[in-house]
């Protein structure tokens, strides 16, 4: 009976102890659920699509370049488990030209009604107007980082939202014919909506009914050496809170120094009409400089020079790891 009566004790202890023991894992499991795990954003797999698209020659709208620059895009998406939607339009160019125009769009998780929208133009710009050059005026820019870095880093992302899906549905678009505004030797009107024509037709005529987004994210010129993002200020009148949210995680993550604090200039981008037509609060993270002399966006912006030797994988790394912090920790 003794006997019995320590064995009982016994065993209440070890399940006391056991008990304890669990106890103390749910514990851990519930902060290990808390705690969102982040890809590794991989700057030389960026690069390599940057230089993809890149040898592909300028990806000027009407060029047989731009259409198989349009199929690598696409191919890329639809290899890394996005469900691609080409969207196909005839755009009025400033000077009446008809642009055979695609923008391409990728949709993971596409049935989730919680949505981030990531964009970046696909395009390269026809004519080097902002070279100190005069003569090179008529030279396509190449647009590595005026195009190509955009995309570059969306579809690395697309490659780790493949392999490992976040909380909320992603749709990264592709936006065609954003470079083709009136160049500064044309001596007719200046529009904005001569700009952005990709963005301005997707937000009046989305891939999906009634689509909608909890936000938007625009990468423009965001692989350059010795890039500065400051707070562009379409988007800080649209999307404030998002802003502060992305800046946020580039300080928490180390990226400071490439996302300074500070607000910058005011700039029509592709963001501006997903703001004002589609309504969707949207940023774009652009190194536009305040006070430079002779661009807003650096001196490669819109002349030859705008080729690899201008992309930076730190800078590539910087954005890329931030957009990717950013979606992966939105419930
Ligand atoms: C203007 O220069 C008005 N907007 C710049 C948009 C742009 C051109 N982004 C890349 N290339
Ligand atoms: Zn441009």
Redesign the pocket.
């Known amino acids: 009976m003794k006997r019995y009566m320590i064995s009982a004790f016994t065993a209440g202890l070890l399940l006391a102890v056991i008990s304890c023991k669990t106890g103390n894992n749910s514990k851990v499991k519930d902060t290990a659920a808390e705690h969102v795990i982040v890809p590794e954003f991989n700057a030389d797999s960026a690069y390599r699509h940057i230089q993809a698209q890149v040898d592909f020659g300028p990806r000027i709208p009407n060029t047989q370049a731009h259409v198989e620059c349009g199929g690598y895009l696409a191919n890329m998406l639809e290899k890394y488990g996005a469900k691609v939607t080409n969207q196909y339009a005839d755009l009025l160019a400033f000077n009446g030209t008809i642009l055979k125009a695609r923008n391409i769009i990728g949709s993971y998780n596409p049935e989730n009604k919680r949505r981030i929208l990531l964009f970046a133009?696909w395009d390269t710009?026809p004519w080097s107007d902002n070279d100190p050059d005069k003569k090179n005026h008529h030279t396509p820019v190449l647009g590595a980082n005026?195009?190509a870095s955009g995309a570059g880093v969306l579809l690395e992302i697309a490659r780790l939202i493949g392999g490992q899906a976040p909380a909320l549905g992603i749709d990264i678009i592709f936006f065609d014919a954003?470079?083709y505004?009136a160049p500064r030797f044309y001596n007719g009107e200046h529009k904005?909506e001569y700009?952005?024509l990709g963005s301005q037709y997707w937000a009046r005529n989305p891939h999906v009914a009634g689509y909608n987004a909890r936000f938007g994210i625009l990468l423009?010129?965001a692989g350059g050496k010795n890039a500065t993002f400051y707070r562009e200020l379409y988007s800080e009148k649209y999307a404030g809170s998002i802003n502060r949210k992305v800046w946020g995680k580039a300080k928490e993550l180390g990226y400071g120094a490439f996302f300074t604090d500070e607000k910058g200039a005011m700039?029509?981008?592709?963001h501006l009409f997903v703001n004002k037509i589609a309504r969707i609060p949207s940023i774009d993270i652009?190194p536009n400089m305040v006070d430079a002399e002779r661009s807003?966006?650096g001196d490669f912006?819109?002349t030859v020079n705008d080729d690899m030797s201008g992309i930076d994988k730190n800078t590539l790394k910087a954005v890329g790891q931030t957009v990717l912090a950013v979606i992966y920790n939105e419930k």
């Open positions: 133009h710009r005026d195009g954003e470079d505004g904005e700009w952005c423009d010129m700039i029509t981008d592709d652009i807003s966006f912006w819109h």
